[in-house]
């Protein structure tokens, strides 16, 4: 089992930033990847950006070159700065991890005003 903790998010104006966290605990061991996903009002939870255990990242074309994801494998942490937010940035962001399982933070609430 892993759990997650997610922190951060808020109300900000376009092009204002927001940086969310997210601390793992339990199995941290099994980790294979750490993202965040998005869910807006009536739409599909989409994935916003993962970084992998041995390299490399993925971003959604949306939020590349504005939001940038980092992991703290010493502390079991994933973050995403997000710069230069857009309205249609506002959704629900989940921390996600993958090991044999998918496990979901509680989600964080990010709005955008325009």
């Known amino acids: 089992q892993v759990q997650l903790v997610e922190s951060g998010g808020g109300f900000v104006q376009a092009g204002g930033s927001l940086r969310l966290s997210c601390a793992a605990s339990?199995?941290?061991?099994?980790?294979?990847?750490m993202g965040w996903y998005r869910q807006a009002p009536g739409k599909q939870r989409e994935l916003v950006a993962r970084?992998?255990?041995?390299?490399?990242?993925y971003y959604e074309d949306s939020v590349k070159g504005r939001f940038t994801i980092a992991r703290d494998n010493a502390r079991n942490t994933v973050s995403l700065q997000m710069n230069s937010l857009k309205p249609e940035d506002t959704a629900v962001y989940y921390c996600?991890?993958?090991?044999?399982?998918?496990?979901w933070g509680q989600g964080t609430q990010v709005t955008v005003s325009s």
């Open positions: 996600n991890v993958k090991t044999l399982f998918d496990y």
């Open positions: 339990g199995r941290t061991s099994s980790i294979n990847s």
């Open positions: 970084v992998y255990s041995r390299a490399g990242t």
